[in-house]
């Protein structure tokens, strides 16, 4: 695993985000997730992310250093990995502690829907950053939770290592928040957070740096070349390969995003990803064969 981030290593990669393996005892299935890391790392891709898709919102405080020293051990020696933390304050603190013990050059943030203001976001952001010793990144999922000014406050103390822009529009070309906020923050510091599906867009509309990604799980060498492409601006050779990824992506969005991606890899024979930690449950086996059928499809895409 990578202990150090340059400026420019955070988007050099896709930013895979994938499940988190577990037993049927809901405990850790170090095999398994180890079986799924070497899948992504095979296809070029060295940055994990480790947040809603690995369910760390519901992360037990109990557990958190285990899964730290496990994905730190499972990843390759040049792989960067990045836990969550969060989303609730009090959590944050508590996990900055473990860990300030570790050697992961940055940590996301997950967003705290709800009991906010984006005054107490950057504030209690920037005490866990003093707390945890390293950077943050920071995820930004809904309008309200922190205004671009105080993303530029954090970004001009050196607080955030990036930022993980991942509010859904209808169209993804209309942005007023995106597009206030390229305005006063560096633009290389925000991947789109959204799959492949917005990501063209992001970069060519408003100048973003990378993307993240869940169906890269499934097909990461083909995830990897949209990025190419993207940064090429081969604008019709990153439109063909987000069309592979559609069906998949749109199955994620139209039933849950987190449910149907763990499934996905499940049913794709990459890993064994067992159940959701609760408060998440398990897709029905009534909607297997169509998840079975378009992550298969993507995972032979070329």
């Known amino acids: 695993m990578l202990t150090t981030l340059s400026p420019r290593r ?29 899948h992504i790392e095979a296809g070029g891709v060295r940055t994990l992310l480790y947040g809603g898709n690995a369910n760390f919102y519901h992360l037990a405080l109990s557990e958190y250093d285990a899964v730290l020293g496990m994905l730190a051990q499972s990843a390759g020696g040049d792989t960067l990995v990045i836990p969550s933390a969060g989303p609730a304050y009090g959590t944050m603190m ?3 502690k473990i860990l300030s013990r570790h050697q992961f050059p940055t940590v996301m943030v997950l967003p705290h829907q709800g009991i906010t203001t984006s005054q107490g976001v950057g504030d209690g952001i920037a005490r866990f950053v003093q707390a945890a010793g390293m950077p943050a990144l920071l995820y930004i999922k809904h309008d309200g939770y922190i205004e671009p000014e105080q993303v530029k406050a954090l970004a001009d103390r050196g607080l955030i290592s990036g930022i993980k822009y991942a509010t859904v529009r209808p169209d993804p070309a209309i942005d007023p928040y995106l597009a206030g906020l390229v305005e006063i923050v560096d633009r290389r510091l925000i991947i789109s957070g959204i799959g492949e599906q917005p990501a063209i867009v992001h970069r060519r509309d408003f100048g973003l740096a990378g993307f993240t990604s869940g169906c890269v799980c499934i097909a ?7 990025l190419q492409a993207i940064r090429r601006e081969d604008w019709q050779d990153a439109q063909r390969i987000r069309k592979i990824f559609e069906p998949l992506e749109s199955l994620r969005n139209s039933i849950n995003p987190i449910r ?8 794709a ?10 408060l998440l449950s398990n897709l029905p086996e009534s909607q297997h064969p169509q998840v079975r059928e378009a992550a298969a499809r993507l995972l032979h895409a070329v």
């Open 260 to 267: 149907v991606l763990h499934e996905a890899v499940r049913l």
């Open 220 to 226: 990461p060498a083909l995830s990897a070349a949209m």
């Open 10 to 38: 955070l988007t050099q990669s896709v930013l895979a985000v994938p499940p988190l393996a577990r037993n049927a005892d809901l405990s850790l299935n170090e095999p398994q997730n180890l079986k799924l890391i070497r």
């Open 269 to 278: 024979g990459i890993a064994d990803t067992g159940p959701l930690l609760p």
């Open 94 to 96: 508590d996990q900055a």
